[in-house]
């Protein structure tokens, strides 16, 4: 039982983070049809800035400030890198940002070393906010998880009660239609880029510090991002969200579950000697998200609430 | 007695709430040239994508020679002899005019996903290729970039992919949108020279065209078709009139727009 | 009928005009091969050479999906993977074979079998990823990446687990007289199948299906229209991508007689993703360059600099923003462009392009060297020529950024001039 609570709880934060990742990309990629290799990036940036921010003043200040710094740069990418890409079709702007994302890793190996940084908790959130089952619960994590839905819910507000909200929705249905609005499409284009990439820099803050800050942690995040959206179906907010969740609670709780394959399929013969016996669910669980994407491609290619063909 | 070359019964489609096609009944036989004419936004490239499988039908069914072929892809229903063209050039743009028309060749040839034979030496496919260039006028520029031709050149090599499969039912979105006076008269004469022996459905804005080349006309408006005649008929029929307000009236009286 | 025949004879190439496009360099690509052994590299020059044979074949069959079927692939490295682990495992059962099949079987035969391996591989892996195009393929071909390298992982009997499987290429018996010890034989042996691989790549783009799988990356949605199933085309080229991949796969277990888990990896996909890119994906020769000048730069750079994959990044995301064709397109635009008669304005234009990209450079290779020099923190000074440049020093900021801001000034004058003509 405990452990299915705390599998629950650890999973629907992992999956918060996960769609405040994925929804950035989303938008992103309904607006401008651009997949942003670099997106996980963008998150690892975040991180980093949040983790220097706070070395010079307070983890409260980085929390604003970090999501701001990354959507500027990200606004920049648009405007002197993507932009011009643009005209050589979506292939080249995927590649573009897949180049952006080998220099981001590099960068950040040159500014704050090839290992990991001691990003932390700040200690006012470093503490205990229930027991349950006799296990301490951290306060950050349910910190997390409202800095989370506090995400949520204001870009549900944006979405839906702004004007921009209302072009970003147009575009989410009817991608080709945007150009006609008769908006100043490349600003919108910047906005939403900056704002996409922002998300990401805030999940790189919470993140971070839960995590490890270290410069792998784009390259461990970002294919998992990736099967989020297209398992969700490509360009689909709602899908992103589910499968984000999906995914989230899918790995944490396999991490819990000590159980081998030979436990399970035993009653086939699986003896617990061989070498697929052997395998424990816990050590499949960063396997999973691809597993559940090749699994979803067979059962339904456009993905979950996908139904255009990108 | 032949089945009729396409048959529509009771076509419907809808968008989410919004019926486009709503109940659209229509035989063509074999042979003939039919003309499908309506104002803008009647459903008439809806109902072209029907039939070609582009969209699926939400209720009815359409033949190709008496054999169902709605809820077939298209490629499926190109290869039982029905093709069309797009009112937008879709064309293979970075390969040349010559490669273009070969690509179409190729399937109703026989030589399918093959992989073991060189293009190049395929004898027959080659001169049915230069045939078709010749047959359209596009000779002189086989080997230039698709790409790079000029408007009214795209056009005319829309309808040469289109007729390169030597299917028997010939559909054609609009093919002289967006031409110039003269260049419409040749597309004319070429798809009267494509459709000899074929059966053709034409969707066309310009009455000059649409009098002049079809056997039979039907007027699409609201998803629906509300008349089907000869042309003598259509131009006399007070609902076509009606459906054609002021301006355009006076093209269906025989005025070439 | 006669004037028939004479049109069709005049629409394709005339033979001479395909005997220099389309054999004459392939003549000159074998003599090339013939004539590098009597040179007498050195080792570390043929194991290069060996590389390059292996990253070609590879390259190549990369570009059948992204450059002629219109299919990223962020996972490519799964098939060489697959197929290089299955030579490693026949090496090894040829090794241990007394007769029978695998006794007689020649080493020499592995591409084949990397080839059949790569093939299966694509085909069972292709069906479900070939079902979406575009961005999403791109997405599943990562996914799929990573599940087999984390499978690989998984399983040590078959895989090796981190250290990997080793084979010995000496095994068997010779073919064709060579027993595959010295490195020159395997030079022989790499030689030989890069020329098949590269004649088959090209012959495959002169089928049917080639010529296909070019339409459907131009227009998917006609190419139904004129009879096939874009997902059948796309699914048949994948199978054939994976196979040549397989093949490469085979030539990389006898010349380097080891795979490792990391072999399926991102990494080495992206790598090639680079190298043919870098090259020019609109020209069938270009991987071949890509391949040749990356597998070169990632064996001589990386000694020299910390900044190799820096350098890297920045030169593929310059090759996609300003030069999409690539190195091809530079040596074909050069080649169209001295036959021209405009060639002197050219050259002078060329000339400026050179200058200015040389000064950019010099700005980047300042800016990185430093840099990284400050950054591994052991107060280690960068002295290009004897002059030493530690990060804060005003000299350095100057050598820096002057090069930089008249390199960039350079390039967009040339870019205006061009923009007013």
């Known amino acids: ?310 | 007695m032949h089945p009729p070359a396409l048959k529509l019964v009771n076509v419907h489609k809808s968008f989410g709430p919004a019926k486009i096609i709503q109940g659209v009944n229509l035989e063509i036989a074999r042979g003939e040239r039919h003309a499908i004419i309506g104002p803008n936004g009647a459903g008439k490239s809806t109902l072209f994508n029907l039939v070609s499988g582009l969209y699926s039908l939400s209720d009815g069914e359409v033949q190709l020679n008496g054999a169902v072929i709605s809820g077939k892809k298209p490629f499926q229903i190109n290869r039982m002899g029905l093709s069309r063209s797009f009112q937008v050039s879709n064309i293979f743009a970075n390969m040349t005019v010559r490669e273009n028309v070969r690509c179409g060749v190729l399937y109703s040839m026989g030589y399918g996903y093959s992989f073991w034979r060189n293009i190049g030496n395929l004898k027959e496919v080659q001169e049915k290729t230069a045939h078709i260039l010749e047959d359209v006028g596009l000779l002189d520029k086989a080997n230039l970039p698709a790409s790079l031709l000029p408007y009214a050149d795209q056009r005319t090599l829309e309808i040469a992919i289109t007729i390169a499969g030597g299917a028997e039912v010939i559909m054609l979105d609009e093919p002289t949108a967006g031409m110039s006076h003269s260049e419409t008269d040749r597309a004319v004469e070429l798809i009267e020279k494509a459709a000899k022996g074929k059966t053709l459905l034409i969707v066309e804005h310009d009455m000059g065209v649409v009098f002049g080349l079809a056997d039979r006309i039907s007027v699409l408006v609201y998803g629906e078709i509300i008349a089907t005649g000869a042309p003598s008929e259509i131009r006399g029929d007070p609902r076509v009139r009606e459906a054609y307000l002021g301006e355009e009236a006076d093209h269906i009286e025989g005025e070439p727009a | 009928m006669t004037d028939m025949t004479t049109n069709s004879a005049a629409l394709a190439p005339s033979s001479g005009e395909k005997f220099r496009e389309r054999v004459l360099p392939f003549i000159l690509f074998g003599l090339v091969l013939i004539v590098i052994p009597f040179f007498g590299p050195s080792r570390t020059t043929m194991t290069l050479l060996n590389h390059i044979g292996i990253n070609i074949v590879f390259a190549l069959s990369f570009n059948m999906l992204l450059g002629r079927a219109g299919l990223l692939t962020f996972g490519h490295a799964v098939y060489l993977g697959l197929g290089g682990y299955f030579c490693v495992h026949i090496l090894n059962w040829i090794d241990a074979a007394d007769g029978g099949f695998w006794g007689n079987l020649p080493v020499f035969s592995m591409p084949v079998f990397g080839f059949a391996m790569g093939a299966l591989a694509g085909a069972v892996i292709g069906w479900p990823s070939c079902r979406r195009a575009g961005t999403a393929f791109a997405m599943i071909s990562l996914g799929v990446a990573e599940l087999m390298a984390a499978f690989a992982y998984m399983f040590d009997s078959l895989f090796g687990g981190e250290m990997g499987i080793s084979g010995d290429r000496m095994a068997g018996p010779e073919f064709l007289g060579l027993s595959l010890g010295p490195l020159e034989e395997v030079y022989w042996f790499i030689a030989f199948w890069t020329f098949l691989g590269v004649v088959a790549m090209y012959m495959f783009t002169r089928t049917p299906l080639g010529k296909l799988s070019e339409a459907t990356r131009d227009n998917p949605e006609r190419v139904q229209f004129i009879g096939y199933n874009p997902t059948r085309v796309r699914y048949l080229v994948f199978i054939f991508a994976g196979a040549f991949a397989g093949m490469a796969g085979g030539m990389s277990a006898v010349q380097d007689e080891i795979f490792t888990p990391e072999s399926l990896s991102l990494l080495p996909s992206g790598a090639i993703l680079i190298a043919a890119y870098v090259g020019g994906i609109r020209y069938f020769s270009g991987p071949i360059m890509g391949a040749i000048v990356m597998t070169y730069m990632g064996s001589n750079l990386s000694d020299y600099t910390a900044g190799w994959l820096l350098y890297l990044g920045i030169m593929f995301i310059c090759v996609v923003m300003f030069l999409p064709d690539g190195i091809a397109g530079i040596v074909f635009g050069f080649w169209r462009g001295i036959r021209s008669p405009d060639r002197g304005h050219l050259m002078g234009k060329w000339a400026q392009q050179l200058a200015g990209v040389f000064l950019l450079a010099i700005g980047i290779i300042v800016f990185v060297e430093v840099a990284f020099r400050w950054s591994e923190g052991y107060g280690e000074v960068w002295e290009p020529f004897g002059i030493a440049l530690p990060h804060d020093a005003i000299l350095t900021w100057i050598i820096g950024i002057i090069p930089f801001v008249a390199g960039v000034a350079v390039l967009r004058h040339v870019t205006r001039k061009q923009e007013e003509v």
């Open chain 1, 1 to 310: 039982m405990e452990t299915i609570v705390f599998s629950l709880l650890n999973g629907v934060i992992y999956g918060l983070l996960l769609f405040m990742l994925s929804s950035g990309l989303t938008l992103i990629f309904s607006m401008m049809g651009v997949l942003n290799f670099a997106h996980a990036s963008f998150y690892m940036l975040g991180a980093y800035f949040a983790y220097t921010i706070m070395g010079v003043s307070s983890f409260w200040l980085a929390l604003f400030i970090a999501p701001v710094l990354v959507g500027v740069i990200g606004m920049g990418v648009e405007k002197w890198g993507l932009r011009r890409v643009h005209a050589n079709g979506h292939v080249a702007e995927l590649l573009f940002t897949f180049g952006l994302a080998y220099l981001i890793d590099e960068i950040v190996k040159i500014i704050w070393g090839r290992t990991s940084v001691n990003y932390q908790v700040p200690d006012s959130l470093n503490f205990t906010l229930f027991t349950l089952y006799g296990a301490d619960y951290p306060a950050y994590r349910i910190f997390m998880f409202f800095v989370a839905v506090a995400m949520l819910i204001f870009l549900w507000y944006m979405l839906k009660k702004t004007r921009i909200g209302l072009i970003i929705q147009a575009a989410l249905t009817h991608p080709h239609m945007v150009g006609h609005l008769g908006h100043n499409v490349p600003l919108v284009f910047m906005g939403v880029f900056g704002a996409g990439c922002a998300l990401a820099g805030l999940a790189g803050v919470i993140g971070g510090n839960y995590f490890i800050t270290d410069p792998a942690m784009a390259v461990q995040m970002g294919p998992i991002v990736f099967v989020v959206v297209v398992v969700g179906g490509l360009g689909s907010l709602e899908g992103a969200f589910i499968a984000a969740m999906l995914i989230g609670i899918l790995q944490t709780s396999a991490v819990s579950i000590n159980a081998s394959l030979a436990d399970i399929f035993g009653f086939l013969g699986l003896s617990p000697a061989s070498e697929v016996g052997e395998i424990t669910i816990s050590s499949m669980a960063p396997m999973l998200p691809f597993l559940l994407l090749v699994l979803i491609l067979i059962v339904k290619p456009t993905g979950l609430m996908g139904d255009r063909e990108v």
